[in-house]
């Protein structure tokens, strides 16, 4: 007879942005007319820059003739590609070679598929407050999952210490869904840390294009050791808008050996037996984000996201509210006002001001009592969002 897999009883009943649109939905359903501004859900607004927009009107026309018709592509991704990322890694300062770059279908399709490099048996470390899949795709592999608590005292950035030994180690930074993000040394304690007990880190750098400050890296590789025990897993989705494209690449070094077996083997193994290959079309369109013109319009397009930041930024001042976030980030990480728990503060505001973020419940224990802005919105939305904001917070 056959067995489901249990542990889905283990899940929550629905995943966290489900819930977001359901109760948003059921309050317009209930307020028709009501103009509900939406700044939860980290979904871009903007299109695509040009680059990308006539590389792939390229590639389609491509297809449509013999001589330059593409079928299956490399399942580790094109090599053209892989270099253009190559450069992109040269440009930080590491040393990442294309044979270490796998071309995948999102970020969020590698933090999974990447698990089953990895035994049953391992011990998992999260920090939270965390982004949900870290903790729901290791449930559903049976992993013993421990939690590292961050809050305001360490500005939601914790040191390794004898809590935090695992076996896999998540580190995102920028972190979602706080905002907050390591600095050199910081960073450096967790690669020395893992090296120390033989842990693989996780490193996920969705974000790192929004870091402007100069003593954070953008790459875990930037770090001494880092290519002894860490993986790197990427996506263009916010840096260059591909949240409908989708596409990303994850590097495995050559140097990460664990038990006798090397990892970047062990995942190109992988990945001939799980893909065939992200399209043609989209990995031309993904080049363009790596050349000269498509860097300047992506970085054109996170100018009017920063801007965004700051709108959330000046509200909060005023209102004299504590938040971490929005300089080297696109989430804003916020203290509910009164003593609210996060699904509180999301109903208040929806009743008051028809503002929806995302309440810090979703993202653990640690999140309670905390609640997250998205600034991808459309720059007149958020600002209005925002504007709303400060006068409910600071209305006497």
Known sequence: MLKPNTRYK?????YLFNTIYRKTNEYLAANPGKNVLRMGVGDVSLPLCDAVIKALHKAVDDQANAATFHGYMPEIGD??????????????????????????????????????????DNTVMVIEPAYPEYVD??????????????????GFLPEPNEE????????CSPNNPTGAVFNRNQLQAWVDFANEIGAVILFDAAYEIFIEEENIPHSIYE??????????????SKTAGFTGTRLGYTVVPRNLVRGGMNLNEMWSRNRETRTNGVSYILQK????????????????????????????????DAAGIWYTGGKNSPYIWMKCPDGMSGWEFFDYLLKEIQVVGIPGD???????????????????????????????????
């Not at 283990?10 to 629905?14: A, F, R, S």
């Not at 290791?138 to 305001?152: D, M, P, T, V, Y």
């Not at 770090?223 to 263009?236: N, P, Q, R, V």
């Not at 100018?303 to 959330?312: D, G, L, Q, T």
């Open 362 to 396: 979703g993202f653990g224990e640690c999140g309670k009592g905390y609640f997250r802005f998205s600034t991808f919105g459309k720059p007149e939305e958020t600002k209005e969002a925002a504007n709303r904001l400060c006068k409910l917070l600071t209305k006497e």
């Open 79 to 120: 090599g053209s590609l892989r270099r253009a990322i190559e450069g992109y890694y040269k440009k930080m300062g590491t040393t990442i070679t294309e044979n270490e770059i796998f071309v995948s279908s999102g970020a969020c399709d590698d933090l999974g598929d990447i698990l089953e490099l990895f035994d049953q």
């Open 137 to 154: 795709t290791n449930i559903l592999a049976g992993r013993k999952i421990i939690h590292l608590a961050s809050g305001e005292e360490n």
């Open 10 to 14: 283990e899940l929550k009943d629905t």
């Open 223 to 236: 770090l001494d050791g880092a290519d002894k025990c860490a993986i790197e897993i990427c996506s263009l």
């Open 285 to 316: 369109g993904a080049l363009a984000v790596f050349t000269p013109e498509g860097q300047q319009q992506i970085h054109d397009n996170l100018r009017v996201y920063k801007e965004n930041a700051s709108c959330f930024i000046e509200a909060l």
């Open 164 to 171: 935090a030994e695992a076996d896999i180690l998540y580190i």
